[in-house]
């Protein structure tokens, strides 16, 4: 199963839109967690299932993500630029995949960043195959 952590707050919606869409087509299993503010969640269309975690503040939106991970031998996708989330992304036993325009150096250094606005979701597909995730 694919696990996906989004920061709907850290992520503007033009590059989660193509990547949301894609996940979308997930036929393995997938369990989406995302947090942020009301109107960030509202801007998207969410795939079945994903629960989302209205949260407004300075770093609530974080701290419900990092509730939400229990770590497991499985692919990890995270859809964040913070720099919070680095120690998550090292200690993770699966692959781990970020999705970001602007990820901190933490999480350069422990994952495979992908930046959808410039490289397009194919990166994004073919990280998904090689680590057993099939898509429509």
Do not use: C, K
Request: proline share 7%; hydrophobic share 45%.
């Amino acid at each position: 199963m694919l696990r996906v952590l989004v920061d709907a707050d850290n992520v503007a919606a033009r590059r989660l839109r193509p990547v949301l869409t894609l996940l979308g087509a997930v036929t393995d299993g997938m369990q989406l967690t995302a947090s942020g503010r009301q109107p960030a969640l509202d801007a998207l269309d969410w795939p079945d299932g994903a629960e989302l975690l209205p949260h407004s503040g300075w770093q609530r939106a974080d701290l419900a993500l990092a509730e939400a991970y229990s770590p497991a031998d499985e692919p990890l996708i995270l859809v964040s630029g913070d720099g919070d989330f680095g120690l998550l992304a090292a200690r993770h036993p699966g692959a781990v995949l970020v999705v970001s325009g602007s990820p901190s150096g933490r999480l350069r250094d422990t994952a495979t960043v992908v930046d959808p606005a410039t490289d397009g979701v194919e990166p994004i597909r073919e990280w998904l195959r090689a680590n057993g995730v099939t898509t429509i």
